[in-house]
Each structure stands twice: as C-alpha cells, then as structure tokens.
C-alpha cells in the first residue's frame, strides 16, 4: 500500500477546494509595498496590483482570453477577471493565509508574517520569499498540503483519462499510459484528490510558481468534439524519510542489484508506481543513503537525512498536523516527512533530447521549424522539469553550441491562435521567439 492511500483516510473531514486565487505574484506586490505599514486600505492594495499587472500580464500567454489589456490599465470596469477582481480575490486569500485580517470594511491590518514577506522580497531573496508564502498556503489550504497534492500527483497512476461519471449521456474516455507523475484535471484524478477541477486548476498555478509542479493545456478529441484540460507534471523528485529509510534497509538485503533492478523491486515490494519507486531511489542516491550504515538510531538517520538534503538546496517538508511547511530541524513523523530534489541534467543529454522531441515535433521533416511550445512541453514531460528550467537549459544549450545546431526565429502565431496552446515564447536577449530548428552535432 502507497504513502498516498496510506494518508488518503485523514483527507475526507477536511475542506475540498481551496481560495480561487492562484496568481501569487500580486500577493508578492501587495507585501513589498506595506511592507513599512501597520495596515492599509482596499485602495492601496488595488494601486499595488494596478502597478504589478503591467508586467504579469503582458508575460501571460498570448492565447488567454481573459488577459488584461495592460495600455487601458487606467481605466475601471474589467469586470471579475480585471483588477478589482483581482485586488479582491488577492486579499480574500490573504486572509485565509492570515497574512492580514480585516480591521474595517475597507482596511485591512498587516501580521508580523506580511511584514517578513515584504522585507524578503525588497532584500530580493525571493527563493526565501517563496518559502515563506509556501509555508502560509500549506498551513491554510487543505487540499494543497503536500501529502495531498504533491504526494497525490507522484503516487497517481493515470491508466485513463475521464470527463464526467460513467453513468451520465456526456459521459467521456481515453486511455492513457503512464507510470505516474502525470495527471490531468480530469475527473478520476479530482475524485483521487477528493477535491474539484476548479482547485486543481488554481493548485498546479501555485505548483508552477513555487517550482515544485508545472502544467500544460491538453486536448481531446472525442468524435468530432473537443475536451480542454490540463495535464500535471511533478518536477521534483519526492520520497518519505521513511520510504528513504525502507529503501536503505531493503538494499542491504539485495546488494548486488542494479539501481533499475533495486527500484523494480522495491516497487514490488512496497506497493509503489514505478515512478514513485524512481523518485525514491534517485532521491537516496543523490544524498548518498545507499550503502549507508542504518543499523543508527532512527532519529540520527532521520536528522542526517534533513542535513544531506537541505546542503544542495533541495526541500525537506512536514505534513504534520501540528506542522506543515518547510523543515530543517528534527522530524517529528519521517512518513509525513518528504525530501523534493531536483534532478540535473548535462546540456548533451539536454540538447539530445531536445532533438529527438524537434524530430517529433516535425513528424520527421527536419528541414522544418517546430513550434517551440511544442517542443517544450515534450522535453519538460520527458524530462520532468518545469518551463523555467526548460528555457534556462535551452540558453545555455543556444550560447554553448548556437547556430547551426540550433536555430531559432519569430512567428505571428496566426493559425495557433485559439487552439488551446500555452504560447509562452522563449526569450533570448530580449527577443521573443516562437519556433526552433535543432540538428544533430
């Protein structure tokens, strides 16, 4: 049995859905600007994001039909998905993150927690600021704690994709292979979740802005008709303290294995996919736990297992009932203690899986330019990793080998208009780019 259905039972008293606010860059704007007050009005919050959406929204993809037209931001009457909306929703959140707390019908009351957010993020640590408000959302959204979400999405195994129950007319399905880590916000991965598709829609924009999950638009095409969703990716590998521990034990037991075979086995063994299996294995491999003495007391593995992981900037978090949120100290429950690390890849390896995705891309004819969402969204589901880490790779990739290897150029993205396509460019120098070339050095 699975960490995921072990914890499952705790889930179905607590709250299904989670605030219906999911760009956190506006929250980051609203701390940086109190960060000198004890409270403010709804007027000054809505001048903060006024002042923020010039930038988030002119970098939101081309396709979104609820973008903000940024030249018309002086003007009032956007409607729900405008800025008042927006200013609205950011503090119906933020309270519930009890980051502030309503003093009046029009102003709000700064805590202690906004005030470290705003001088963080005016210090220009963001990674830091990214903690703390990951830490608000653990402790206050139920649905997004990590032994529920993160966990949920690595332990699920998508054999097929549904819309609908089986016993309704609309009902729809198509199958789907995968040894898990891949979901969508169809309805077997929200009853899974025993939330809703509107709050897995807002959790994987939370996952892609704390870079722990990424997201990309789906499409299927049911007999003539269409069905839009979301496909879910994990972009850290995730394994338990004490998943990390078993393994240990369980790789004295078999010591001449190869680290396939040891993970085959191991996912035998203990009920897990063999993706998750993967993730448990990579991650003990990376901090070094294979081959490592174990017959210590569990509270010394437990620690040296926080201090290993933290040192290459990985993540140790607790789903604890009395703590949810990043760790470094003593964990008080190793199977509700998980270590997210991050895989590295060489830019040869990279740029040979960025070819063989351009290959596909063009169904072979690589005299042709690809459409590089495309071929981003193949190399991130390939790869596992996020957009950002994509295009950081793609840059290195371009600046270390560049033309003729790689070739990139601009695109008026008429006939893709529409199509349900996250057209999120790759920018280089300032320039914005929409397709690719890649060839074999």
């Known amino acids: 049995m699975n960490s995921y259905t072990n914890m499952i039972s705790r889930f179905s008293s607590e709250r299904k859905s989670v605030s219906g606010f999911s760009r956190l860059e506006y929250v980051f704007s609203i701390a940086q600007k109190m ?42 009457g956007y ?18 993150w009890r980051l502030i707390r309503k003093k009046s019908k029009e102003e709000y009351l700064c805590s202690e927690e906004l005030v470290r957010l705003g001088r963080t993020i005016k210090d220009g640590d963001f990674e830091s600021a990214k903690i703390q408000l990951l830490n608000s959302l653990f402790a206050h959204e139920d649905p997004f704690r990590p032994g529920r979400f993160l966990l949920g999405l690595r332990d ?7 819309f609908g129950k089986p016993e309704e007319p609309e009902y729809k399905e198509s199958t789907w292979s995968g040894n898990g ?16 598709s509107w709050a897995i829609s807002i959790m994987s924009d939370w996952g892609r802005f704390f ?7 789906e499409t299927f095409h049911f007999d003539g008709t269409k069905q839009f969703c979301r496909m879910l990716l994990l972009t850290k590998r995730m394994a338990s303290i004490e998943e990390l521990r078993q393994l240990s034990q369980f790789q004295r037991s078999e010591p001449r294995k190869s680290d396939l075979e040891l993970s085959r086995e191991f996912s035998k063994t203990f009920g897990l996919s063999l993706y998750a299996s993967d993730c448990v294995c990579f991650v003990a491999r990376k901090l070094g736990l294979l081959g490592m003495d174990i017959d210590v007391p569990k509270e010394l593995f437990n620690k040296e297992v926080v201090d290993r992981a933290v040192a290459p900037r990985g993540l140790v978090i607790s789903d604890t ?30 740029q040979r899986v960025l070819y063989e995705e351009y290959v596909r891309a063009t169904a072979g004819k690589t005299y042709e330019s690809a459409y590089i969402h495309t071929v981003r969204k193949n190399v991130c589901t390939r790869l596992r990793i996020s957009i950002l880490r994509f295009d950081s790779l793609l840059t290195k990739c371009y600046k270390e080998i560049g033309p003729p290897y790689i070739e990139l150029a601009k695109s008026s993205l008429g006939e893709k208009i529409g199509l349900g396509l996250d057209l999120i460019p790759f920018k280089y120098l300032g320039a914005a780019y929409h397709l690719i070339r890649v060839r074999p050095r």
Request: with cysteine; net charge negative.
């Open 211 to 217: 870079g722990l999950s990424e997201w990309f638009p």
């Open 321 to 350: 009932e009395n703590y949810r949120g990043v760790l470094t100290g003593m964990p008080s429950n190793p199977s509700q203690t998980f270590v997210l690390l991050e895989e590295d890849f060489d830019l040869d390896h990279f």
């Open 156 to 162: 699920y195994v998508c054999e097929k994709v549904t």
């Open 79 to 96: 409607g729900a998905t405008g800025l008042e909306g927006i200013t609205r929703s950011a503090l119906s959140g933020m309270t519930k």
């Open 35 to 76: 960060v000198e007050k004890t409270s403010f009005s709804i007027q000054e919050a809505h001048q903060a994001v006024k002042e923020a959406a010039v930038s988030i929204e002119a970098e939101r993809r081309t396709s979104s039909r609820t973008r903000i037209d940024v030249s018309r931001l002086g003007e009032a």
């Open 181 to 196: 880590g891949i979901a969508f916000t169809d309805t077997r991965f929200t009853d899974y979740l025993n939330t809703n």
